[in-house]
C-alpha cells in the first residue's frame, strides 16, 4: 500500500488497502460535476487538513497516519452535510 | 500510479478518469508529506527552504567573492569585511551562524530520535516462531 494521498479512482477501482465508506469516491466525483482532476484537487486538500489535525494520534507512523486520515476525511465527507455541497468549491466561488 | 481505465462492468456512471499527470503526482507527492511527523516533517518543508535558501546565498556569494572565500566567510574563518564585497559576505556569514547548525542540527536530531523510537522494532514472534520447536 502506498502512503501516498490515494487517488479517487484508486479508491473506486481497485482495493488499494484504504478503508473508505461505500460509494464515497463515486459520490464524491459527481458532486463536483464528474471533474476527476477537480475532486482529486480537492480531496488531496481535505486529507492534508485531517492530517494536521488532532484526528491523527501524535504516535502515529506516516502509513498509520495516512490510513487514518484518509478513513476519517472520506467518512467525514461522507456522513456530514459536506456531502451535498463541498465547502472548497463554495470557497472558490462555484455553486455545489 | 497510472489508474487503468474502469472496468465496462463496475456499474459506475462516470466518466473514464484520465492517467495522473507529472506535475498532478508531484503536487500530490508534495501534500503527502503531512503524513510525517516531527522532526521530519519540518526537514521536508520548512527546512528544505531554508536549506534552498542558504545554497543560494552561498552560491552567489561564491560568484561574488569566490568559492574558497564563501567558504570561510560561512563557517567563520574570514570576517566578512575582509572580503571584495562585504555587503553580501555579511548575509552569508549571519547566515552560516544561525541557518546552517539549525538544519544540521534538525538532521542530527532526526537520526538520534530515530534511532532511539526504533530501538526495540524487531517483532517477539521473529525470534520465537511458533512452530519453531516442531
Redesign the interface.
Known sequence: MSNLIPRLSDLLFRHCGFSVPQGFAESYVKLHDSDWYRAQDHWERVVVRVLNSTAVPESADDEQAMRIAVTAAATGLHNSPLRTRCSLCVSEGRPS | ?S??P??AG?G????P??P?RPH?AL???W??I????GLRHWLLTRGSVVAVLYTGLFVGNGFAIGWRHAYDVSVGITSPAATSAPVVAWFLSVAGWLLAPGIAGAVAGYALSHAITSRRSVPFEEIFPPDADE
Do not use: H
Open positions: 500510479m489508474t487503468p474502469p472496468d463496475t459506475v456512471d462516470l466518466p478518469p484520465r495522473e498532478e503536487r500530490r507527492r501534500r503527502s503531512a503524513r510525517y511527523r
